[in-house]
């Protein structure tokens, strides 16, 4: 059976960024040269804020007590799954040492990056989840210094649920800056701080363009696009659950793909039907996001069996993709393509958002077909090392010496050589090679 969109999306999610790599490449210019009195300026202008930029602790701790005590219960439970999850990811890498030949000694460390940059919007919605996934696995990493980073809000400041969560995931700064100005800030090592080696954490377009420019000079976790969201469904899908976790995604943002993959036409029909229904009963400002998105770049897609719709789904490389189908292990080993995988409606991505523990900070616009979302490895450089005795060195000499000469790199060769004329006077060493000039 040929692929058949029941549903075809009129735009796509990539944008023109032109005007905005323009804008953020001067404000990182004029903070890099203005330092912390630009950065003021900029948060002033853009965040409407002249209050402290470095939170106190009788700051921290005024926001908190403002934060209701079931809320903290929720943001506690929260933290100790991704937190467990986290620690069980730094588990799976380590130091490494191999003997590869007799004297030859090879090694591995994991070194968690000096000072990590977590920036955490809290523009429209107070992002709280967005705190504990890049501030936890940070300091689950081991990173010595930690800076959390969000917007504050005109004559307010930063939120104090995210002050809260900050502040319990083990933020050793938090800067109340918003935008370009806050990456920029930890970037460069304003307030005291030291300069970021690694930058994470969702945001704007302006955010994630400061991100793009910097990069190379810092760590980054990823190029953050629009969220995205596919969900693969057969006959055994609740369609009420389907057209639900659809709406869910979509909310995120006028421009937040949203995907319907089955092999069924009827549960494909009632999903369209019902989707609209379950948009015009959000509030606002979602409701206008979710049309937005359902109407312009959502899509559902008609397969003829199950292969083909895991080719769909891999072909798409969701940032999330949900799994509502039979045989769920066949899935898991099946599908190779995607940010995050949830099986099985006692799974949604909305769990995956905020509680249930690995990470969601993850790859968008394809990006998961060459990479994973954000862990305590991005925090971490996998560094080798290596030693030898003598005698194990001799033969990688030997080689080395060939192989540089046939390459044209004499100079490498006398590296070798050096070391086997003092090691061993007097041999004879054949270190020429064919070919070589």
């Not at 899908?237 to 949203?258: F, K, M, R, T």
Request: glycine share 8%; net charge negative.
């Amino acid at each position: 059976m040929t692929v058949e969109y029941l549903k075809k999306a009129s735009k796509t999610s990539v944008s023109d960024a032109s005007d905005v790599r323009e804008t953020v490449l001067n404000i990182l210019g004029e903070i890099e040269a203005g330092g912390e009195a630009a950065a003021r300026a900029y948060a002033d202008k853009f965040d409407k804020y002249d209050g402290n930029i470095v939170l106190t602790r009788d700051e921290i701790d005024a926001a908190a007590a403002t934060v209701p005590e079931k809320l903290k219960d929720d943001i506690r439970f929260a933290h100790e799954n991704i937190r467990r999850f986290a620690e069980a990811q730094k588990e799976s890498i380590g130091d490494v040492e191999v003997e590869i030949r007799p004297g030859l000694i090879a090694g591995q460390k994991a070194i968690p990056c000096n000072a990590a940059g977590c920036y955490v919007p809290g523009g429209r919605y107070a992002h709280i989840a967005s705190a504990l996934m890049t501030l936890t696995t940070a300091r689950v990493a081991g990173c010595p210094n930690v800076v959390a980073c969000s917007p504050p809000r005109p004559g307010q400041g930063i939120h104090p649920a995210i002050v809260y969560t900050a502040d319990l995931c083990g933020a050793d700064t938090i800067l109340a800056l918003g935008g370009v100005q806050g990456v920029a800030a930890m970037a460069f090592g304003l307030f005291g701080l030291p300069k970021a080696d690694i930058l994470v954490g969702p945001g704007n377009q302006f955010v994630a363009e400061a991100k793009r420019i910097l990069f190379g000079r810092v760590g980054i976790d990823m190029i953050a696009g629009p969220t995205d969201s596919l969900v693969i469904a057969d006959d055994s899908a609740d369609a009420e659950i389907v057209a639900a976790d659809l709406v869910g995604q979509a909310e995120h943002g006028y421009n937040s793909p949203v995907w319907l993959v089955t092999d069924n036409r009827p549960l494909a029909e009632t999903v369209m039907a019902r989707v609209p229904e379950l948009i015009a009963a959000l509030p606002e400002p979602n409701k206008s996001s979710a049309e937005a998105a359902w109407r312009d770049y959502a899509e559902v897609i008609l397969c003829g069996d199950r292969e083909e719709m895991a080719q769909v789904a891999d072909d798409t490389a969701p940032e999330h993709l949900t799994v509502l189908a039979r045989d769920l292990d066949w899935w898991l080993d099946r599908l190779r393509c995607y940010g995050s995988l949830f099986l099985g409606e006692e799974t949604t991505v909305a769990f995956g958002d905020k509680a249930s523990g690995p990470n969601h900070v993850l790859p968008t616009s394809g990006a998961a077909r060459y990479t994973g979302g954000l862990s305590v490895h991005k925090y971490m450089k996998l560094v080798t090392w290596q030693r030898a005795t003598r005698d194990g060195a001799r033969p990688i000499a030997e080689a080395t010496a060939r192989i540089s000469r046939l390459e044209g790199m004499e100079g490498h060769a006398r590296t070798a050589d050096i070391r086997l004329a003092k090691w061993y006077p007097g041999t004879n060493f054949d270190l020429s090679a064919e070919d070589a000039s």
